[in-house]
């Protein structure tokens, strides 16, 4: 399974970016998907997640009120929709996919596969 994000760049505060990620390689769509970052010198951490049809999203309390996930099925991708972005979302923001939990959530050794990352830069 291959793994690819897209749509990360750079941005003034208060901007908006639209992330995507697309997993190839499965035969089917019954995976999780999920998005975490990491900026300079930090841990790893979750932003929000999908499940495997879409139904059940989850969200991290720093972004909740400013980011959305979905996913196009047919075209095996899933979207972050970030708004009002602030200097601190600079991070790496990196795709996950798994297949072993209907809803992995925030756990990410839950998740199978990883992207290589997108970087997204908000100035102040």
């Known amino acids: 399974v291959h793994v690819v994000e897209s749509g990360g760049g750079f941005v003034q505060a208060g901007g908006s970016l639209r992330l995507s990620c697309t997993a190839s390689g499965s035969t089917g769509v019954d995976y999780a998907m999920g998005w975490f970052r990491q900026a300079p010198g930090k841990e790893r951490e979750f932003v929000a997640a999908i499940s495997r049809l879409g139904h059940v999203k989850d969200y991290a309390s720093s972004v909740k009120d400013r980011v959305t996930i979905f996913r196009d099925i047919g075209k095996n991708t899933m979207y972050l929709n970030m708004a009002t972005l602030k200097p601190e979302d600079t991070a790496v923001y990196y795709c996950?996919?798994?297949?072993?939990?209907?809803?992995?959530?925030?756990?990410?050794?839950?998740?199978?596969?990883w992207g290589q990352g997108t970087q997204v830069t908000v100035s102040s």
């Open positions: 996950a996919v798994g297949w072993k939990y209907p809803v992995p959530g925030s756990d990410f050794p839950k998740y199978d596969y």
